[in-house]
């Protein structure tokens, strides 16, 4: 166990879904997946569960509760074709309220259906869909360890190469933590709702390690 009262990095579990959800809109209460809901957060991290091109890692305090969690896919255009069919339906009635609440939202969403990771630079390999860390474990190192782990975990899977995207205006903090963890900024685009996007890669040493 860490000085914070975190324990050992594992793998995303079925008894952890309401956990990851509930994490989720604690760490970006302002962010799209989350104006969706916690039910449409559990039918996406249920999506990681078994699935073969899914890397997941999670930390947990002492008491088991969650602390934070790390997912994505060392093959993500498979693996959103996977998620959409397994879990599409039940995402798109999750999501139906907010939506009907929003027409911006709907218009998202359903851009969102259409998503397989692809981003308009040049980033390719495993994809790190999703970190958050409960904001009462912020600063701990528990970020680091989390993101470390995720791409050790991926590059076990085969992956030689990962990306991720970020929000590049009003994130600087987060932005720099990524850089800090050895991903190198490779471009940025505008999503269609204006947003300025920074897309960081990784690539595994020569010699495997």
Known sequence: MTETGVVDTEELT???IHAAAALHVRAFPRFFLSSLGERFLREYYHGFLLDPDAVTVVARTADGALAGIVVGSVRPEAFYR???RRRGLRMAV???WPALRSPRTALRLLRGIAYRGDVPVAAHGALLSSICVDPAVENTGRGRALIDRWWLRARQQGATSAYL?????????????YQRCGWTPVGSYLTRE???????SITAPADGS
Do not use: E, I, P, S
């Open 165 to 177: 995207v970020t929000d590049a205006d009003d994130n600087d903090r987060v932005n720099a933590f």
């Open 82 to 84: 996977r998620l959409l």
């Open 94 to 96: 999750a999501a139906a």
């Open 14 to 16: 079925g008894a952890d």
């Open 194 to 200: 204006q947003r300025r996007m920074n897309c960081y």
